[in-house]
């Protein structure tokens, strides 16, 4: 296992992995393998001995990125690390700890914050809607994992939530968290509140904890809170072996609460730590990156990314900027550019179209279908709950129960042609594209089953992936927002809506929120691996293009026509206020 854990690294990914004890800081850019370097180090440390897999904790910020990480881990030969979320692992220590403490079980989890704000607003005589109830649940969770008390949050956000004066947001907290305690219920983020609160009272849990975890790995470390930041220094104590891997250039969840000063000041907080940075990207041709470098030039942290190899150019290798008059002639353009691609063998897997928004995916998913393109919307309705699949796995079990007189794969397609598969996909898109592409997944699954399979096992297996949410992919081209595609990558990127009020959003206005805009746009870009284009559209001569396009440099992006003035247009608009100096509008060409 040791020549695995070695092999196929580069020089600064083998110098990450091979540094198996902390403090270390991995300043790993977009495409640069930090989940490989990750997987890498803790295997070569059980190899060598250095860790024992029960001891090690890796945390990352999403349950299937923990999933992915221990799949790779299994690939490597090692198993019994425990590879969590900073909450999955809060909870199970309050759940193995509280009934000893406190004599009972661990309370329940509010299963819909929104659902008890209502309730608890309707107690004390307020009536807000519901979108002004979700703006105040996102107030709480800031406050919480930002560690400030009601009273701090007040004089941190004075300005009140939608209608609602801070007295009354004040209030509708106070009466929140009444309403919780008398439900015995903690929300998500009382759950790594009340793990620290029990490690700092309890010595002898702190003991316990530190004895079974000596050794901590932390994705995406720029995306931490206060809160997390807190709990992970308590799993620590005084010890140093701790290894955080992020970009400080993909820090988008700010107003959540993660503060990338804990990656920045790394070195500064543990001295000696060893600083290892990740620039070389085996995602993206170079055109892709020379914009996203630009973009990023001299923002705190930014790390100068280079390819790792130059792959055959693409016919339209350098990255395309286009300007439309509204939002339906873009959509529609998007939608024809995609059309060509497909029609030119590319995969419609590897094809995404970005937004900043969802309410800007629906004129898209339209121009889509008319287009005869299947699209799917990440972060809709899943794969399982969609009723064409419900409905054919039903189907499947049923016909599970009767002796098969074909073979296994033979049998599902019979299945699924009965409830309305055909050897080819309807040509409109729509709802009719969608259920056959949902039913089409279905059979490659059982083409792709091991031998021996039969439909009993086929569907028991189908149940456990839709409960690990291990969903099939869809031959669709994906939508998503900028914040649904981080950690994602497609070959050709589409990145609509590059215009003022949309990306930076209308309520975009400090320093600090454009920023925060900026990363998103850098996000996005760096999703793309062979070819980008990005799109904007007047709006009705109402928009102008985004700043974030005039402070890219020359070279980096191709003008080309959309509707008839689209390269003018973009080269003559002035600098919008706010937008980095000496970065002018002549520079998109």
Not at 75 to 81: C, F, H, I, L, R
Not at 210 to 231: A, G, I, K, M
Request: aromatic share 6%; hydrophobic share 40%.
């Amino acid at each position: 296992m040791s020549g695995r854990a070695l092999q196929g690294l580069d020089e600064r990914q083998l110098e990450a992995v091979t540094a198996l004890r902390g403090p270390v800081v991995v300043l790993a850019g977009a495409g640069t393998g930090k989940t490989r370097v990750i997987t890498h180090r803790i295997a070569h440390g059980v190899d060598t001995g250095a860790y024992s897999p029960g001891r090690v904790m890796a945390v990352t910020f999403t349950t299937k990125a923990a999933g992915e990480m221990r799949g790779r881990l299994r690939a490597m030969g090692v198993e019994g690390v425990s590879a969590r979320t900073f909450h999955a692992a809060a909870l199970a220590q309050l759940n193995y700890f509280w009934p000893t403490l406190a004599g009972d079980t661990a309370p329940g989890i509010v299963d819909n914050k929104v659902r008890l704000l209502a309730h608890a607003a309707d107690g004390i005589g307020i009536t807000p809607d519901t979108a002004t109830l979700r703006d105040v649940a996102s107030a709480i969770e800031w406050r919480k994992v930002s560690m400030l008390s009601i009273d701090e949050y007040a004089a941190a956000r004075p300005g009140g939530v939608g209608r609602l004066s801070v007295d009354r947001v004040v209030a509708l907290q106070h009466a929140y968290e009444k309403l919780k305690d008398e439900r015995r219920q903690l929300d998500f983020e009382d759950v790594l509140l009340a793990c620290a609160g029990m490690l700092e009272a309890e010595p002898k849990v702190v003991a316990a904890v530190r004895e079974q975890y000596r050794h901590f790995t932390v994705d995406e470390f720029q995306d931490v809170s206060p809160l997390q930041n807190r709990l992970l220094e308590l799993w620590l104590g005084d010890r140093r072996d701790l290894c955080v891997v992020g970009d400080a250039s993909q820090t988008i969840y700010s107003f959540a609460g993660a503060e990338a000063r804990f990656l920045l000041d790394f070195d500064r907080r543990y001295e000696g730590a060893r600083v290892v940075r990740l620039e070389t990207n085996y995602r993206s041709d170079a055109p892709i990156l020379a914009v996203a470098n630009e973009l990023m030039r001299g923002r705190p942290g930014a790390l100068h990314l280079s390819a790792a190899a130059q792959r055959s150019p693409e016919p339209e290798a350098v990255p395309t900027l286009t300007a439309f008059d509204d939002d339906a002639a873009e959509a529609r353009a998007v939608a024809s550019r995609i059309r060509q691609q497909i029609a030119g063998g590319v995969d419609p897997r590897r094809i995404a179209v970005l937004y900043r928004a969802h309410a800007q995916s629906a004129e898209l998913v339209a121009a889509l279908a008319d287009a005869g393109i299947a699209s799917t919307v990440l972060g809709g309705r899943r794969f399982f709950d969609l009723p064409e699949v419900r409905q054919a796995i039903m189907a499947l079990r049923g016909a599970s129960v009767a002796p098969m007189e074909r073979g296994f794969v033979d049998a599902v397609r019979d299945v699924l042609r009965s409830l309305g598969l055909t050897d080819e996909p309807p040509e409109a898109g729509g709802a009719l594209r969608d259920a056959w592409e949902a039913r089409a997944a279905l059979l490659r699954l059982a083409e792709e089953a091991p031998p021996g399979t039969n439909l009993r096992v086929f569907t028991d297996d189908l149940a456990a992936r839709a409960r690990a949410h291990d969903e099939p992919s869809l031959r669709t081209v994906t939508l998503s927002t900028l914040h649904a595609a981080k950690g994602l990558e497609w070959d050709h990127v589409h990145l609509v809506g590059v215009a003022e009020g949309l990306l930076p959003i209308s309520y975009a206005t400090t320093f600090e929120q454009v920023d925060e805009e900026r990363r998103l746009a850098y996000v996005g870009i760096t999703r793309a691996g062979r070819t980008l284009s990005l799109t904007w559209s007047r709006g009705g001569r109402e928009r102008q293009p985004s700043r974030f396009l005039r402070e890219i440099g020359n070279g980096t992006l191709r003008a080309v026509g959309g509707s008839g003035r689209s390269g003018a247009a973009s080269r003559r608009a002035s600098p919008p206020r706010g937008s980095r100096s000496g970065t002018g509008a002549d520079r998109v060409r």
